[in-house]
């Protein structure tokens, strides 16, 4: 069924699965103020919205992306050739590793974490290259009370150092070369409510992922590590995520402080390409 016409005036579907919802009939070339500040409040809800079907050059996905937000420029994906803007995200048929192989949340190392990105769909492989969502507001709510109560008050270490920074292009020079850039500039470390109060929706969310979180602030690793893993498998629940299949023309939109996503990566011998744009967010409160 669609969702309410209270916040969107646009037709919203639930996924069917544990996260997100499509927008449909909508052209994202001709959205105007009102309909953008009409998603960004249905992203909030929802987590992630899909959009098939779309017509969206880099100069028109900037555009869109400029309605909803101010647009980060990743520092480490590469750049297309014309629009530094607009991130590649690529994988050539001889290529053994992709983008987002893993279960993650953009930008949890920045002090300000990203909202979101806007990912577009420009060439995608004859069968697989699906990504896959979870919703961490969901996984919030079945938690038990117990454990609700003892995450409340703690925090959590980010980094983006052991992902882009030099010592994992050391370790990873194929997958650094190929994909990432600029290691030199990967020095970024920051410390969040391991519950955050999202800023949209107000709905509490668990805001640890297994890309970018190092351990529990004032914790070591070895502590940390049993209650982390116990989150990260409690997030990745069926019963949280949703897994999109991809054409060209689609869009995905999510928003980092409700989701997590991870990029399957079953298409050896094909190629894939995404335009992805990031927007900038906020400071995070419990």
Not at 13 to 31: E, K, M, Q, W, Y
Not at 118 to 136: M, R, W
Not at 147 to 163: D, E, F, I, T, W
């Amino acid at each position: 069924m669609p969702d309410s016409m209270e916040l969107t005036g646009l037709d919203i579907s639930p996924s069917g699965g544990g996260v997100g919802a499509f927008v449909n009939d909508i052209d994202l070339r001709t959205v105007e103020a009102a309909e953008a500040a009409a998603i960004r409040l249905a992203l909030g809800r929802h987590g992630v919205l899909f959009f098939r079907d779309q017509e969206l050059d880099p100069d028109a996905q900037i555009a869109f992306a400029r309605k909803i937000g101010e647009i980060n420029i990743n520092r480490f994906f590469k750049p297309t050739d014309t629009h530094p803007e607009v991130a590649t995200v690529l994988k050539e048929p001889d290529q053994k590793n992709n983008i987002g192989g893993g279960w993650h949340t953009d930008h949890s190392y920045d002090e300000e974490p990203a909202l979101g990105s806007i990912l577009v769909a420009v060439e995608t492989p004859p069968y697989g290259g699906d990504t896959l969502f979870a919703s961490t507001c969901a996984a919030w709510e079945t938690l038990s009370d117990g454990m609700k109560k003892m995450l409340s008050g703690l925090r959590a270490v980010h980094s983006s150092r052991h992902v882009f920074g030099k010592e994992a292009a050391d370790a990873n020079a194929e997958i650094q070369a190929e994909h990432y850039g600029n290691a030199g500039a990967a020095t970024q470390d920051s410390v969040h409510p391991v519950v955050i109060r999202h800023p949209i929706s107000g709905r509490p969310s668990l805001y640890v992922n297994p890309g970018f979180t190092l351990r529990f602030d004032g914790w070591t690793d070895a502590e940390s590590k049993p209650m982390l893993d116990y989150l990260y498998a409690h997030v990745a629940k069926p019963e949280h995520t949703y897994r999109f299949q991809w054409q060209p023309g689609s869009v995905a939109f999510w928003d980092n402080r409700a989701s997590w996503h991870y990029a399957l990566n079953d298409y050896h011998g094909h190629r894939r390409l995404m335009h992805r744009i990031t927007l900038e967010g906020e400071a995070l409160a419990a």
